[in-house]
């Protein structure tokens, strides 16, 4: 029963980061342009990455999407997921620091919201239920082989013997 | 060293990597490399106007009011001289954007300042400080700025000003 629950929010949760990816995603494909000049100004790459990178990044994003939703990559999806989310709040809490004024280009052009110490939160925060879900999506650990032994002839013994 | 769960995960990473690596790489071989360009986020007080360069971020009032006291920062004012001398923001290098040369020893000093924000008076998106920005780019100087509302604003704000000639400037000592 609790466990159930506890899958039911697991997929709640995934299906919710899942959606932040793509709606992070998709407006930066859409107008790339936008989003490399968003990038450009965070002046952390090299120029002539700057437009590969705002190609590869939503690509990665759509991918970790995906692997949220599909079994078998959850946990590794769900840890890139970590280690992207805290990437950007890492360089968003730099220019903070920096007093670079920009856009985030969080969401590319969809929000044209500004860098601020409450996008970093948001960012920080969307990191740790990522990094919970991975930890939460680990297999459960095995049960040690004398338990298994010693519960097995018994359920196979024929009643009344 | 990892143990089979520890190793399962390290391939369910590097096989999501590569996977985004790969849709990333066809896509950017079907659309090309965007060039970043200037698409928004300028502030509506003093928006950059079409011309203006893609990389100069820009920074508000009270960012480098905060900054003001960091001695690696130099306020450049854009403005031709006359302007200066009338009023400017305190402790500021005068390097006008009409002048066509700037002095060898303007841009030693220029070079000096780790953080650089450049003003003018606002109009036409600020276009002197868009210009001026491009200019000490190109000369190898990376962070410099533009400030949101340019002087009326940060004069507005009662933020520090003063008239007079430019101290800091080799070619105008008082």
């Known amino acids: 029963m609790n466990s159930d629950k506890h899958g039911r929010w697991l997929w709640l949760a995934r299906i919710a980061l899942a959606g932040v990816f793509v709606a992070a995603a998709l407006p930066k494909l859409l107008d790339p342009i936008a989003f490399a000049t968003d990038v450009q100004n965070y002046r952390l790459l090299p120029e002539t990455l700057v437009g590969p990178f705002a190609v590869i990044l939503p690509c990665g994003e759509l991918v970790v999407a995906l692997g949220l939703l599909l079994s078998p990559y959850q946990r590794g999806a769900a840890l890139v997921g970590t280690l992207l989310l805290g990437g950007f709040a890492i360089a968003m809490g730099q220019s903070r620091l920096r007093g670079i004024d920009l856009r985030c280009g969080c969401f590319g052009a969809a929000l044209d919201a500004k860098v601020s110490w409450l996008t970093v939160a948001r960012s920080a925060g969307l990191a740790l239920l990522s990094g919970t879900l991975s930890w939460a999506s680990r297999a459960p650990a095995a049960q040690p082989p004398h338990a298994t032994e010693s519960s097995e002839p018994r359920a196979q013994q024929p009643p009344g013997s | ?174």
Not at chain 2, 128 to 153: F, H, K, M, Q, Y
């Open chain 2, 1 to 174: 060293m990892l143990g089979p769960a520890g190793m399962t995960l390290l391939n369910q990473v590097l096989r999501i990597c590569a996977v985004s690596l790969a849709v990333g790489l066809v896509v950017l071989a079907v659309r090309g490399a965007p060039r970043p360009g200037p698409v928004g986020g300028e502030p509506a007080v003093c928006s950059a106007p079409a011309a203006a360069e893609p990389a100069t971020p820009w920074i508000t009032l009270d960012d480098a009011h905060k900054l003001s006291a960091d001695p690696g920062l130099l306020f450049v004012d854009c403005r031709p001289r006359a302007e200066f001398r009338t009023g400017h923001i305190a402790a500021a290098l005068s390097v006008p954007s009409d002048e066509s040369e700037i002095r060898d020893d303007v841009v030693s000093r220029l070079r000096s300042a780790r953080t650089i924000i450049a003003y003018c008076d606002a109009r036409s998106g600020c276009a002197s400080s868009v210009r001026l920005a491009s200019r000490l780019r190109e000369l190898g100087i990376a962070d410099v700025r533009i400030l949101t509302g340019g002087l009326p604003a940060w004069l507005e704000k009662g933020y520090p000003a003063q008239s007079g000639s430019c101290p800091l400037c080799p070619d105008d000592k008082p």
